[in-house]
Nanobody, 126 residues
Framework: QVNLVESGGGSVQAGGSLRLSCAAF????????MGWFRQAPGKEREGVAA???????SYVDSVKGRFTISKDNAKNTLYLQMDSLQPEDTAMYYC????????????????????WGQGTQVTVSS
């Protein structure tokens, strides 16, 4: 059984920083494709960043240069460092994982990830 537990959300002013963490349990960490998604009220869940097959990092255009995804295999933990936060970054952030992108190969499509955390709220005020 795979379990993902996020932490690190909170409220910050525009221009501030937060670091999200996702602790993973119950699988071989290095085999996974792992990513961060976010969902704002009334909007679809959006892929923010991902590490694919333990090598390739990818970002949605709106966060490039501001967010950094990384993972610590020794701690089984995925991170998302978020800098220069803006009000439009406000959302519930979710960690996601799977052994492969088996649905359609597109990391930004949540249907490729079977395992999800419970989410952590990020609120950015102007």
């Amino acid at each position: 059984q795979v379990n993902l537990v996020e932490s690190g959300g909170g409220s910050v002013q525009a221009g501030g920083s937060l670091r999200l963490s996702c602790a993973a349990f119950g699988y071989s960490y290095s085999m996974y494709c792992m990513g961060w998604f976010r969902q704002a009220p009334g909007k679809e869940r959006e892929g923010v960043a991902a590490i694919i097959y333990d090598s390739t990092t990818s970002y949605v255009d709106s966060v490039k240069g501001r967010f950094t995804i990384s993972k610590d295999n020794a701690k089984n933990t995925l991170y998302l460092q978020m800098d220069s936060l803006q009000p439009e970054d406000t959302a519930m952030y979710y960690c996601a994982a799977d052994y492969s992108l088996g649905y359609n190969g597109n990391w930004r499509d949540p249907r490729n990830f079977r395992y999800w955390g419970q989410g952590t709220q990020v609120t950015v005020s102007s």
